[in-house]
DNA sequence: GCAACAGGCACAATCGATTGTGTAAAGTAA
DNA sequence: TTACTTTACACAATCGATTGTGCCTGTTGC
């Protein structure tokens, strides 16, 4: 039986022409032919005009290779994160992506998947690729901040983002996760709620107990009191959530709003109000965190709060080529904190009509369905 | 004021130890030293521990950019894909990082934004990067594939995956979508529906295509009439298919039954036979495409067909490296078809209890809640 | 005892672009 | 005309690792 199909040339490999190409084909030397193509003062127009007609009419890339070994940095970028999944890495992703092509960088892609280890081994990689620049968010397991002294010892410009190295001694973007906390929160306060349970997370994670403290923030702005009893400390999983609203729903004095701190445990709260037969948000209001794309179409929609991960990526960008522009010379450390932005929907706002205001709080965004 | 913090350290800017310095430590050539790290058989075993010992000592990165620069390859693989976004994607991405790291390749990823030029010109830096492979899925505008042929022409591994280039001179990773339409609507027809109703994507894209053709092929094999009154054509947007269904629920013969190529469709689908008073899937089943998120939480969830976004970019990979190890020896195009899962949820499987079985249809995976 | 041989290592060219320095020719000022 | 700039380009070293070739030493074979 013949073989079904044809076989990938390879004979024909184009070789990429190189600058020596161009030169001898010009009959000039290869700095003439480098500093032509950089638009080097020290070229005439002329000659400029021929070196480029020829560039285009040969399709010449130069090899990046090469500058940057020579030049000792690369218009690489690379970017460490935990993993690309879910919503909130892969929009920051896109957000990072978008601003270093914009600026002519490329990135490279790195997962530690919550391992320290993968995390060094990592950073040790793109050293030896010769990025011109790292970010990194945190793995959950990191506890010792060594490996990033490497960095900085090469004097390589290194920001964190969304999970970083506290202190104001490093280069970082974060969300404010207190005003988002505080704002979701005043937020319940304003529509009426006076027992508002707060569903926390891990709180050695500075993003839950900063959301927790912006909880607190509003309850005291508001004169309400802090009832620990209507914190509930969890993985925040959707499971978890029910069974604890569940347990709230028991006590005494049940909460009439939920701010939760992750949409998936207001999502397993919304399910366990409704099985009891509580209306959301006329007897309960609940609250969620991250904007999931799962709040849109729940019923009712669930309020959350966005954590602007496109603003989060282009802002970690933007702090990161300051500091190759920097280029080793004395740069103050930056800590960048993004507002948050509060999405009022059904799920707490009894009052907003659907086609997308609050009456109440005419002051707030109202986001109802998202188009696919 | 004084400043508030310290500066950047920059005096001690630790320059990585080159092969050079180790072979001036040692009083040896480099060429001792690159051949003793790379274990070849010309260097004596004592000389190899020396080396290794000294470059432990020192931490010796290898320069990734000079060895690249000099074999011609590096150790980069290139992606292209429409935008990092949604939940395809960036699981694909995950697959694809997750197999190359594996095999001590690193990603660098561009998106096209679907748009053709960007395409080009992702390719095009790609290139000038020297990557050892290229992964593309095809942004929505390419109708003209000629700038794959430079890739080809340097004789570049490439391998498109998703959104392919058709044809059995490529090489390709798709999901058989054909088979997740046949598979869907086989299972909606063993559900006792036998009205079956359509609802579409754009035709010029080859897995909607697809999807309707698996969705003729299983009425076919069970003997029902193709109706084409009964497939509406959109653009899988959640409110088109809201509209679309309840243009079919107006007819004379309403369908008890939807195959949406889509979740979003699915989506809209459920929300309007519920809103006409429709007990799902008592009176109308209802199947999506893709297995998003949201499909686990609406009620009833979703039945819906898996794309193995995962098992995609590992397949992927592993057909780059076997490319990039012919190293131009002449290799069979393979196209990679993987099988779709089909999910079977609550809004078509009315007689599955909601621990996880189908009672009806025992053969196929029943899948409830899914963990945060 | 001499040749053929293998082991172990160094020399030097190479990948492709960049850049400090050198040097003609052309232009300007006096 | 002399001296001094500018302009326009070439030379050659360099980034760091790789690799074909060559050389020397010690070993084996007969």
Chains 1, 2 share one sequence.
């Not at 010009?26 to 500093?35: E, Y």
């Not at 109000?273 to 709040?295: C, H, K, Y």
Request: aromatic share 6%; charged share 25%.
């Amino acid at each position: 039986m013949a073989p079904r199909k044809k076989q990938v040339a390879d004979v024909n490999n184009t070789s990429p022409v190189s600058m020596a190409d161009l030169a001898r084909e010009l009959g000039v030397s290869m700095t003439t032919i480098s500093r032509a193509l950089s638009d080097h003062h020290s070229i005439g127009p002329a000659m400029k005009q021929k070196v480029l007609k020829l560039a285009k009419k040969y399709n010449y890339q130069p090899n990046r290779l090469a500058s940057a070994l020579r030049k000792g940095k690369s218009q690489l970028l690379g970017i460490v994160v935990p993993y690309i999944e879910g919503r909130f890495f892969p929009s920051v992703v896109h957000g990072i992506e978008t601003a270093a092509s914009k600026a002519g960088y490329n990135v490279i892609i790195c997962q530690s998947n919550e391992d320290v280890a993968q995390e060094r081994r990592n950073l040790d990689i793109l050293l030896s690729a010769q990025v011109a620049g790292i970010l990194v968010s945190l793995s959950r397991t990191t506890r010792d901040f060594r490996h990033f002294e490497k960095v900085r010892g090469r004097g390589l410009p290194l920001v964190f983002f969304d999970r970083v190295v506290e202190g104001d001694n490093v280069n970082a973007v974060v969300l404010d996760d207190q005003e988002g906390g505080y704002l979701s929160t005043r937020h319940l306060i304003a529509q009426g709620c006076r027992r508002i349970a707060h569903l926390a997370g891990p709180q050695h994670l500075n993003i839950y107990r900063n959301r927790r403290q912006g909880y607190l923030d509003a309850l005291r702005e508001a004169g309400l009191p802090e009832d620990e009893s209507l914190i509930l400390y969890s993985d925040m999983a959707q499971d978890q959530a029910a069974e604890g609203l569940h347990q709230l729903l028991a006590t005494a004095r049940p909460p009439d709003g939920v701010f939760a701190a992750g949409d998936y445990a207001a999502l397993g709260a919304l399910q366990e109000a409704q099985r009891q037969g509580l209306r959301v948000p006329e007897d309960v209001a609940i609250s969620g965190f991250s904007n999931e794309t799962f709040t849109t179409i729940t019923q009712p929609p669930i309020t959350t709060v966005d954590q602007r991960c496109e603003e989060m990526g282009q802002a970690s960008v933007r702090l990161l080529l300051d500091l190759i522009e920097a280029d080793g010379r004395p740069f103050t450390p930056r800590q960048v904190a993004l507002r948050p932005e509060l999405l009022v929907r059904q799920s707490t706002a009894y009052s907003a009509d659907t086609q997308g205001r609050s009456v109440r709080d005419p002051a707030l965004k109202f986001v109802g369905d998202v188009a696919p």
